[in-house]
């Protein structure tokens, strides 16, 4: 069966910290690794990976996927209130448009 | 910018009545994906239409079942409603039209259903 199991499933990190959210998957016929921001509805894009070991960077965002232990992380530097959010890591498969997506990582920042 | 519109955004309906949802799609986006949001299970994919045609489909029960028009709307509808059905239904579109596999879905605002 396919799933996505992310942790820590809640975080409350100071501003100015730096947090590692984990994601790790069991797709079959995997295809890319996707990270979401969902802050109130709609989960918004943030990477998707699908090569190991190149890490891909938006600001004070990164992650990074490693395709033998079947695993990312995103990475956030110096958080700030405006990353407060529920982080979601999806898996995809080679057939069809299905995201497979853990529960999600819900960190608050505390200023 | 690349937009899907979900109508209603709120409803709250009685157990055993049913309720339809609704998915536009911006002109041109073949695909549309169905996903269940509730704090226990997490997002959970419900089923894709791809040009008027089901293509993929999570472990739902019959009640939950959907269709899309030649425009590229798509409606879902889910009979006989229970507690549980209570969640934030969402809708997505890959940004390639559904044409391009190796790309993420783009998501509409959803639809909070709450059952009474």
């Known amino acids: 069966e396919d799933k996505v199991v992310q942790s820590p499933l809640s975080l409350v990190v100071h501003e100015g910290d730096t947090v590692t959210l984990n994601c790790s998957y069991e797709v079959t016929n995997f295809r890319s690794l996707l990270w979401y921001k969902q802050e109130k509805k709609a989960p918004t894009f943030l990477f998707m990976l699908t090569s190991s070991g190149i890490e891909k960077k938006s600001g004070r965002l990164s992650s990074i996927l490693d395709k033998k232990e079947l695993f990312s992380i995103l990475n956030i530097t110096a958080t700030q209130t405006g990353d407060s959010a529920v982080y979601l890591c999806?898996?995809?498969?080679?057939?069809?448009?299905?995201?497979?997506f853990g529960t999600g990582t819900s960190l608050t920042v505390i200023p | 910018k690349a937009g899907v519109t979900q109508t209603p955004r709120y409803l709250i309906k009685t157990r055993g009545q049913q309720v339809t949802l609704s998915c536009s799609p911006i002109?041109?986006?073949?695909?549309v994906s169905w996903y269940q949001q509730t704090p226990g299970q997490g997002l959970q994919f419900l089923f894709e239409y791809f040009s008027e045609t089901q293509r993929n489909k999570g472990n739902f029960p019959g009640r939950f079942s959907g269709r899309q028009f030649s425009n590229s709307r798509s409606e879902m509808n889910v009979s006989t409603l229970e507690l549980g059905d209570s969640a934030l239904y969402l809708c997505?579109?890959?940004?390639?039209?559904?044409?391009?596999?190796?790309?993420?879905?783009?998501f509409g605002q959803g639809t909070r259903l709450t059952v009474v």
């Open positions: 997505a579109i890959p940004r390639g039209g559904g044409t391009a596999r190796n790309t993420e879905a783009f």
């Open positions: 999806a898996g995809k498969s080679n057939t069809g448009n299905q995201f497979y």
């Open positions: 002109s041109g986006h073949r695909s």
